[in-house]
């Protein structure tokens, strides 16, 4: 009989559970299709979005929401870019629809200025933030946006409910938050090299759908993706 030493069955144990890892989630990589139809909302809704973009830069210089010293230009990028969800099947199919990490109302301000019909949760931490989104929501008029202070943890939510976020989670620290809720699916705004890594530690099998946005033939979309995440 072989006797093998522990270190080497201890790496042999550790290789399988890091490959059982790899083979539970599915992963399909594709590119956005619907690009034209994004720069159609921006235009259709264009005086409504130039209103959130100076609104925002005015919040700006007294709560720090984006970048100091953003352009208007930079800002509207953040719009059209937030306007991608739109064109998700799970955001359109949703019934309840909460920004997590919203910061300046990103992307739910934008979501909320092109889908009237739909009910939008402005959700952060951040008190100050939050105190910006309200303000800004009101002074544009949107009964459809509302807004609540505290980690996503403390929000509750439906079977239906439908998580947005651009750039404020990793995915693995937003399923450990998300992960004794009910919730339809996750729709995130992120880097599209970032993917496999921020699934480790990630338990529940999920079905994550890639979609590059470099179809959008502007540097600004340079490495960027949709992320449509479902339970499997």
Same mark, same amino acid.
């Given at each position: 009989?072989?006797?093998?030493p522990?270190?080497?069955?201890?790496s042999w144990?550790?290789?399988?559970?890091?490959?059982?890892?790899h083979?539970?989630?599915?992963?399909?990589?594709?590119?956005?299709?619907?690009?034209k139809?994004?720069t159609?909302l921006l235009?259709?809704?264009?005086?409504?979005f130039?209103?959130?973009?100076? %609104?925002?830069?005015?919040w700006?210089?007294?709560? =720090?929401l984006?970048?100091?010293?953003? &352009?208007? /230009?930079? *800002?509207?990028?953040h719009?059209e870019?937030?306007l991608?969800?739109?064109?998700?099947?799970?955001?359109q199919g949703?019934?309840?629809?909460?920004?997590?990490?919203?910061?300046?109302?990103?992307?739910?301000v934008p979501l909320?200025?092109a889908?009237?019909?739909?009910?939008?949760?402005?959700?952060?931490?951040?008190?100050?933030?939050?105190m910006?989104?309200? %303000?800004?929501?009101?002074?544009?008029?949107l009964? =459809?946006?509302?807004?609540?202070?505290g &980690?996503? /943890?403390a *929000?509750?939510m439906?079977?239906?409910?439908?998580?947005?976020?651009?750039?404020?989670?990793?995915?693995?620290?937003?399923m450990?938050?998300?992960?004794?809720?009910?919730?339809?699916?996750?729709v995130l705004?992120?880097?599209?090299?970032?993917i496999?890594?921020?699934?480790?530690g990630?338990?529940?099998?999920?079905?994550?759908?890639?979609?590059?946005?470099?179809?959008?033939q502007?540097?600004?979309?340079d490495?960027?993706?949709?992320?449509?995440?479902?339970k499997?």
């Open positions: 009989m072989v006797f093998l522990v270190t080497f069955l201890f144990f550790i290789l399988k559970i890091r490959g059982v890892f083979v539970k989630h599915q992963i399909i990589r594709s590119d956005f299709l619907e690009s139809g994004v159609k235009s259709d809704y264009d005086e409504k130039k209103e959130y973009a100076d %609104q925002l830069l005015w700006n210089d007294k709560v =720090n984006v970048s100091r010293g953003v &352009s208007r /230009e930079t *800002v509207l990028n719009v870019h937030s991608t969800i739109s064109f998700s099947q799970l955001f949703a019934a309840q629809i909460i920004d997590a990490g919203s910061g300046g109302g990103l992307p739910g909320g200025v889908h009237p019909e739909k009910e939008i949760l402005l959700n952060d931490i951040v008190s100050k933030k939050i910006a989104c309200k %303000q800004i929501a009101y002074k544009m008029g009964k =459809n946006v509302s807004t609540k202070i &980690s996503i /943890e *929000v509750e439906t079977k239906d409910a439908l998580v947005v976020s651009k750039h404020a989670f990793k995915i693995n620290d937003l450990r938050f998300l992960h004794d809720k009910e919730w339809k699916g996750v705004l992120k880097g599209n090299n970032e496999e890594e921020e699934l480790e990630v338990d529940d099998p999920l079905k994550i759908n890639v979609l590059s946005l470099e179809s959008f502007n540097s600004f979309y490495g960027k993706a949709l992320v449509e995440i479902t499997k």
